[in-house]
């Protein structure tokens, strides 16, 4: 018994970045992003927005989340760091009475030609077959070319995570989002520039860039004659004049000068800025009016409420298989759990792993369940005594952050065999796992039998045999040598004129 509520969604999501990953959004379309700003400031009025900003109503946005795997269907990001992901988005956006929701289901896509590089233009044009235009469009991938954690592609009008990003750890998901709704880096202009070396005792000059590229340079000043904040760079004058355009840690170390000589000092906490994520945590109010001014544009005040938006779960438990029990298997094994005060529409996500010695070695299932709250798994997923862990993560389409119940153990026991065989009544190896070289094989004859034994790989192919040998009606202790066998799952078989009797088993080393 355990509150789900009260667990913090920082630690109930496990899959943890260090690695500071680029934005794929090109000067180009940054420029592009840049115009919208300028357009949407030029024909909404201020007022319009500041009334939509004081009434404090919360404007819903659906968000439609397309996972992207192979065609085999590998490589999809694990669904509760997708939640996580919009558990964050929802924390980051929540002073801007914005909130996103997952509109329908995930949506899985099995497609070779995005999960073989998502910034691939052949892959952006198929995202963009693939939109719902009523929505707001997320595609996750495992690749990306570049070096690219996420991007906000203007062409599409969609955002991009790359799978190691899209969880509640990684502030990518807000920066691009924040792309999506208009704002420029705060280094725009900078691009692929070293503004620290080329500037460290030389000012800039007044621009950078030739013919169309040409672009202001941003004064440190934000009044005065030399202050053009409102029209340069990122068009903000409550973002410091920022030439940093390579991930930053913060503070900064070492400066630039700007055309009048003032050093640069950048605030290192905005998501739009390239500093290290453990760095950034706000929008400035001038880029949530920019935000605000293109959900009006985008006529997106007034989406319909996800059916849940909060959840009134207050406890989940597990009962079968009960903690630390020993499970019967026989070709499936059933998991139930239990919720105290249950809110509509929630589904499941169910994580089983294997344990040795207490550690997580494998997942053997991590998956949608659906709204019951029992799920069967196949027992070829198990092993014959081995240990296994299970948690499950509900969640609604408008509550993502509930994060997983406490973890509970069962060990499995497989039937002695998969098939039966009347003059085989015992077939059994051991140890399992096997850590030494040489497994112990135990079978009991009630009658004379020609028998012989193979080891298969875990596919199904034969690695070795032994010729048949006709055997009394006795017991039977013979050992098989497996040093030659690398660590992996093996099937030994018995095989008789009356049919084959299987055990698994795992080498571990
Ligand atoms: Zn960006």
Request: hydrophobic share 35%; with cysteine.
């Amino acid at each position: 018994m355990r509150s789900v509520l009260s667990v913090l969604f920082v630690i109930a999501f496990s899959a943890f970045s260090f690695a500071q990953g680029n934005c794929g959004l090109s000067y180009e379309e940054g420029l592009q992003v840049r115009e919208q700003m300028f357009r949407n400031r030029a024909e909404i009025p201020l007022q319009t927005i500041r009334n939509i900003q004081n009434s404090r109503f919360t404007i819903h946005i659906p968000l439609v989340i397309h996972i992207v795997g192979n065609s085999n269907g590998q490589g999809f990001v694990a669904a509760q760091n997708v939640l996580g992901m919009v558990c964050r988005l929802n924390n980051d956006f929540a002073d801007q009475n914005l909130r996103f929701y997952i509109k329908d289901s995930l949506r899985y896509l099995r497609d070779d030609l995005i999960f073989a590089d998502a910034y691939d233009s052949l892959a952006v044009n198929r995202m963009i077959t693939y939109k719902d235009t009523t929505a707001l469009n997320i595609f996750t991938n495992g690749s990306a070319g570049g070096g690219v954690a996420g991007y906000y592609s203007r062409r599409g009008d969609y955002v991009f995570m790359l799978n190691s990003y899209a969880n509640s750890n990684s502030p990518t998901i807000t920066h691009e989002i924040g792309h999506f709704f208009t704002l420029p880096h705060t280094f725009f202009g900078w691009e692929n520039i070293d503004a620290r070396q080329l500037h460290f005792n030389t000012p800039a000059p007044d621009s950078i860039g030739t013919d169309w590229r040409r672009r202001e340079v941003e004064y440190v000043d934000r009044t005065g004659p030399l202050a053009n904040c409102y029209s340069s760079a990122d068009g903000f004058c409550d973002t410091d004049a920022d030439y940093i355009s390579e991930r930053a840690q913060c503070p900064l170390s070492g400066t630039a000068l700007d055309p009048a000589g003032t050093p640069i000092s950048p605030n290192t906490t905005l998501y739009m800025s390239y500093f290290y994520d453990d760095c950034v945590n706000n929008f400035t109010p001038e880029q949530k009016t920019a935000i605000m001014t293109s959900v009006v544009n985008r006529n997106w005040l007034f989406f319909p409420a996800p059916n849940t938006d909060s959840l009134n779960w207050t406890a989940i438990t597990h009962s079968i298989p009960a903690d630390v029990s020993q499970v019967q298997v026989q070709d499936s094994i059933s998991f139930q759990w239990n919720v105290q005060g249950v809110g509509p529409a929630q589904k499941y996500i169910l994580f089983v792993e294997r344990l040795i010695f207490g550690t997580p070695v494998g997942v053997v299932y991590n998956g949608i369940t659906g709204s019951s709250n029992t799920f069967k798994l196949p027992s070829n997923l198990f092993i014959n005594s081995a240990t296994y862990r299970w948690q499950v993560m509900p969640y609604s389409n408008g509550f993502t952050c509930a994060g997983f119940s406490n973890p509970t153990t069962f060990t499995v026991q497989m039937p002695v065999s998969i098939q039966n065989i009347s003059d085989v009544p015992q077939f059994s190896v051991n140890p399992n796992p096997v850590k030494g070289d040489q497994i112990n094989i135990f079978y009991k004859l009630t009658e004379e039998t020609e028998l012989s034994f193979r080891i298969l790989s875990a596919d199904g192919k034969i690695i070795s045999s032994a010729p048949f040998n006709t055997e009394p009606a006795a017991e039977h202790f013979t050992t098989i040598n497996t040093s030659n066998l690398p660590n992996g799952i093996y099937i030994i078989q018995m095989i008789s004129k009356n049919g084959i009797q299987s055990n698994k088993i795992e080498i571990i080393r």
